[in-house]
């Protein structure tokens, strides 16, 4: 009876999705729904941005093999990595235009090793900040062929390093994977592009330089790839108009402006309310958290009309119990949208690391073999919302059978 009633709910905030969508291995959009192969896709995954560079030592594949592997047995089915490492130690661009094929062959491993696990991968083209170059370096680059810059967020308004950026965009999504022979842009492993990852241009409150060239970015990528859905990298500040959402401090981004824009398919948002919050107690951080995930569903619902993904969230804690509690606030919040027809597409959360990864920990990290407690939130997220993914196709099917009797 109770999968009954679950199964009605499931129709009414479902139907208007019926008879529109064809079947594609590329996630796309559909109102405020991501959707693979004609039902609801939602993304319950990870972060790792150290999959290429790891990926690039062939002797150390196995890390990245062993990670999607039990990523997998928990029903983990999307990965947030970095497409990027400019300037600097191991880079996959040593200088504009000028590419290290090792670490680009690293780049395909990973793409490659995800769709043998059913695993969707969004790739990240640049970093706001200077680990692994960022848009420090694009800057100083320029600088170093005579362009006058005055600061990193120069960045955004630089023609020189507009071109500079465009072409690594270009490069990227061009690249032709050598194990699958497969061009990225053709690629449907691949769910998106984030344009860059947390766009913040403090020197510009107006929000203006942002939108400028998310504007112009954005549909430079999509005059190359058709295929593959885009989003910006945000992590979710308001602009002027709504500031007081904000914890107390703005970064010259604007989450309804920004995602207004054609080209960008859906939302993104990022959760360190320790970070954000420092001097404050755990319980009023999980109370901001729990504010700023509903204000933002709601946001995304009913003013951008878009899906909303929670591209990075997390706790720098060894306390189970309190990680625990972190991720239930967003797992909750995450399900109790989806399972309404809501904008909420998912979550991934920040960061997946296999064992013997020290080197990588930064107190974020989620090793699911140490952490059986998260693991299995972790795992009965997966659940419910491939439950709900299940219980569309259900009514899909049921549906196609009606219309084939003239019902």
Not at 135 to 162: L, M
Not at 193 to 214: A, F, K, T, Y
Not at 259 to 270: C, E, G, K, R, S
Request: aromatic share 14%; hydrophobic share 35%.
């Amino acid at each position: 009876m109770k999968d009954k009633f679950f199964l009605i709910l499931v129709f009414y905030a479902f139907s208007s999705l019926f008879h529109v969508e064809a079947d594609s291995e590329f996630v796309k959009t559909r109102g405020v729904q991501l959707m693979l192969n004609g039902s609801p896709y939602y993304a319950n995954g990870f972060n790792a941005y150290w999959l290429m560079y790891v990926a690039s030592d062939p002797s150390q594949r196995n890390k990245v093999s062993s990670t999607f592997q039990e990523a997998s047995n928990h029903g983990l089915n999307i990965a947030r990595t970095w497409a990027f490492s400019d300037g600097g130690y191991k880079p996959l661009q040593y200088s504009p235009g000028s590419y290290n094929e090792d670490m680009f062959q690293g780049l395909d491993f990973v793409i490659a090793e995800a769709r043998r696990y059913g695993i969707k991968v969004v790739l990240s083209l640049v970093n706001n900040y200077e680990n692994f170059g960022g848009k420090k370096q694009y800057v100083e680059w320029a600088r170093s062929q005579g362009q006058s810059i005055n600061s990193e967020d120069d960045f955004f308004t630089n023609p020189i390093v507009k071109g500079y950026y465009k072409n690594h965009i270009k490069s990227v999504v061009t690249r032709r994977n050598s194990l699958s022979g497969v061009a990225y842009k053709d690629d449907p492993t691949i769910m998106a592009w984030e344009l860059m990852n947390e766009i913040r241009c403090p020197s510009d409150h107006s929000g203006n330089s942002v939108q400028g060239w998310i504007n112009e970015m954005a549909s430079y990528l999509k005059s190359i790839d058709g295929n593959h859905l885009l989003e910006a990298g945000l992590e979710g500040f308001y602009g002027q108009l709504k500031a007081e959402s904000n914890p107390n401090f703005q970064v010259g981004t604007d989450f309804i402006a920004n995602n207004q824009i054609p080209t960008i398919d859906f939302a993104t948002l990022h959760s360190y309310p320790d970070q954000w919050l420092s001097n404050s107690g755990y319980e009023d951080q999980i109370s901001f958290l729990g504010s700023w995930l509903n204000e933002h569903i709601q946001d995304a619902q009913n003013i951008l009309h878009k899906p909303l993904l929670f591209a990075e969230f997390g706790i720098s804690t060894y306390n189970s119990t309190l990680r625990d509690q972190f991720f239930n606030t967003v797992f909750s919040a995450i399900y109790s949208s989806a399972s309404g027809g809501g904008a909420a597409a998912g979550g991934l959360f920040w960061q997946l690391l296999a064992k013997w990864m020290d080197s990588f920990r930064d107190g974020y990290e989620v090793v699911l073999g140490e952490s059986p407690s998260t693991a299995t939130l972790i795992a009965q997220e997966s659940q419910k919302l491939n439950r709900i993914r299940k219980m569309y196709a259900r009514l899909r099917n049921i549906d196609k059978w009606n219309k084939s009797k003239g019902n």
